[in-house]
T-cell receptor, first 115, second 117 residues
């Protein structure tokens, strides 16, 4: 158990809908990352938050947004869903300092299926 | 931008054998970190081993060791005495030092390792 908790584990929704994925980082971790894993794109970095502030953006679509709350949990919002958004979405967290190379621990992921 | 290449989509070895997974990367950075993650059928991403680019000594974690060749930009993973539980996808990943870990990890496409009984 990595200590990173993601909910829901599985989600099926229709095209055009909006979903929210939730992540609780490991106790004490201030950095939260979101990744998307799909068959055709592999593992892609979406966005990072550190202590409530956005720090870096990767290949995140404009239809997607995220935030990190004062209690450090994070949510990834996916809207106007398309079939191609079906993927495994990982949340990950890392140490108290934004020190490069801190181990990044992954949650078990949220499986999103868009039908 | 960084790229990570894993040239072996799939490998299969017998239990107890030693296997080496290849990884090359391309970067203009001088300070960075390299990782191997394991993803078993459960899909959980598990850190196997990490290497700091400024360290010449190769990292070792029990049966897992790396061969880090900075000049060649190569970072291979050796698994000794392979076990059935080692069956998984293995991802090589890069993180640059500059920016305090922002941008997170850049992953390769993975190698599917199958350990045969």
């Amino acid at each position: 158990d990595s200590g990173v908790t993601q909910t829901p584990k599985h989600l099926i929704t229709a095209t055009g809908q909006r979903v929210t994925l939730r992540c609780s980082p490991r106790s004490g971790d201030l950095s939260v990352y979101w990744y998307q894993q799909s068959l055709d794109q592999g593992l892609q970095f979406l966005i990072q938050y550190y202590n409530g502030e956005e720090r870096a953006k990767g290949n995140i679509l404009e239809r997607f947004s995220a935030q990190q709350f004062p209690d450090l949990h994070s949510e990834l919002n996916l809207s106007s869903l398309e079939l191609g958004d079906s993927a495994l979405y990982f949340c990950a967290s890392s140490g108290r300092d934004p020190t490069p190379g801190n181990t990044i621990y992954f949650g078990e992921g949220s499986w999103l299926t868009v039908v | 931008a960084q790229t990570v290449t894993q040239s072996q989509p799939e490998m299969s070895v017998q239990e107890a054998e030693t296997v080496t997974l290849s990884c090359t990367y391309d970067t203009s950075e001088n300070n960075y970190y390299l990782f191997w993650y394991k993803q078993p059928p459960s899909r959980q991403m598990i850190l196997v081993i990490r290497q700091e680019a400024y360290k010449q000594q190769n990292a070792t974690e029990n049966r897992f060791s790396v061969n880090f060749q900075k000049a060649a930009k190569s970072f291979s993973l050796k698994i000794s005495d392979s076990q059935l539980g080692d069956t998984a996808m293995y991802f090589c990943a890069f993180m640059k030092h500059e920016g305090g870990g922002a941008d997170g990890l850049t992953f390769g496409k993975g190698t599917h390792l199958i350990i045969q009984p």
